[in-house]
């Protein structure tokens, strides 16, 4: 069977992931390096001995396969390009800027009859597949996702660049629809937010609450799990994950704590956590949870099915995303419409701009109609 061909489109930080992965996988053909700075490509063919090009165009009818490692605001318009030429398509998450942006990127990937795979790499994590048969029917999620400012990814806010693995996670776990939406957020270094907490409430009764910071002073990528069969904690960076399942008794309702003897007391105090709770701790090692995600785009290609992330799980996941920053951008910090709104607490010095209150966009100031709604929202 001929290698998959495959480009990978971007050079930087994590482009240069894939194409160490890529490079070494033998089912698959790197055919080329794409970025459009040059100093990118010179350092990627020093580094893996790769050949590079400044422009996809110039790859027509030399590959099967791309994967789009770029800045966000350019998904959109590579992605489309590609998939109209009958190219399969991993992109980097987020899927796009927008949920119109994905929503093109899903149909044209159908009517192509193109893979469209999307990057939520934590699907691939350890802990979350030890997890998974035990959080069936889940009732009360808990994520919390927080690391330091690294200053990449500035065209978008926290929500799109950390907090929506944990909306990809949840949303695969929840089968019901979204009924309410309720968020707040704060913007520290831009235009976009850098903290964001949001409520998430669905038809089932299932409520999820997901926490994003990428200010903190500490690293936590954590989420906690109630289901009807008990609790999970998931530690994504750790890759462990610890359960427990209520005994029998305890699920039958058949202890009551304000009756028991000082006898039968002592007893549950001794062993709640190895007979009426018992708790176990799962150490799922270390795997490489991107060269998973890649093996899978590539099996999906060759065997025409779908992959684990769809463009469809990441066109929802945006959905979401976007309806938090609406609420982030609807929220009163003073109680009234009057003062802050929104994820920017500085409050704007009053002082006339004129003469020209209503001036122009200038040519200088470039930005595309998703951008513009992008910051309306943010």
Not at 91 to 111: F, H
Not at 158 to 169: G, Y
Not at 181 to 207: K, M, P, W
Request: charged share 25%; aromatic share 4%.
């Amino acid at each position: 069977m001929s290698p998959v061909r495959v480009a990978v489109i971007g050079a930087g930080c994590f482009g240069r992931n894939h194409i160490r992965l890529l490079s070494s996988m033998d089912d698959v053909e790197l055919v080329a390096v794409v970025d459009a700075d040059e100093r990118a490509r010179q350092q990627a063919a020093k580094d893996f001995g790769v050949t590079t090009v400044a422009d996809h165009r110039e790859l027509q009818q030399k590959i099967d396969a791309a994967v789009l490692a770029v800045p966000t605001r350019l998904h959109h318009r590579l992605g489309m390009e590609l998939l109209q030429r009958g190219v399969h398509l991993m992109v980097e998450k987020p899927l796009a800027t927008c949920g119109d942006e994905a929503r093109e990127l899903v149909e044209t990937a159908a009517e192509r009859g193109r893979i469209l795979q999307v990057g939520h790499i934590e699907r691939f994590n350890p802990a979350l597949e030890a997890a998974l048969p035990y959080v069936d029917e889940p009732r009360l999620i808990e994520a919390r996702r927080t690391a330091p400012h690294r200053f990449r990814s500035t065209d978008i806010g926290v929500v799109f660049d950390l907090m929506i693995h944990d909306l990809d996670i949840v949303l695969s776990l929840v089968r019901a629809p979204l009924r309410h939406v309720e968020a707040l957020g704060v913007a520290l270094f831009g235009r976009h937010e850098d903290i964001a907490q949001a409520r998430l409430t669905f038809d089932n009764g299932c409520v999820a609450t997901l926490t994003a910071s990428r200010a903190s002073y500490e690293l936590s990528r954590q989420m906690h799990i109630w289901s009807q069969r008990g609790f999970a904690s998931i530690d994504f960076d750790s890759r462990v994950t610890t359960l427990v399942e209520p005994s029998a008794v305890v699920r039958g309702g058949q202890i009551d704590a304000e009756t028991l003897s000082q006898a039968e007391r002592q007893y549950l105090i001794d062993h709640l956590f190895d007979e009426f709770l018992p708790m176990r701790r799962i150490e799922a090692g270390q795997t490489n949870q991107l060269e998973a995600e890649l093996r899978d785009f590539v099996a999906a290609i060759r065997q025409g099915r779908r992959p684990r992330v769809s463009g469809d799980h990441g066109l929802r996941a945006i959905e979401v995303a976007d309806a938090i920053l609406a609420s982030i951008a609807r929220h009163a910090w003073d109680g009234s419409a009057e003062g802050r709104v929104g994820p920017h607490l500085a409050t704007s010095p009053h002082v006339l701009q004129g003469p020209h209150w209503l001036r122009k966009q200038s040519a200088a100031e470039p930005h595309s109609e998703p951008s513009r709604r992008r910051r309306e929202a943010g």
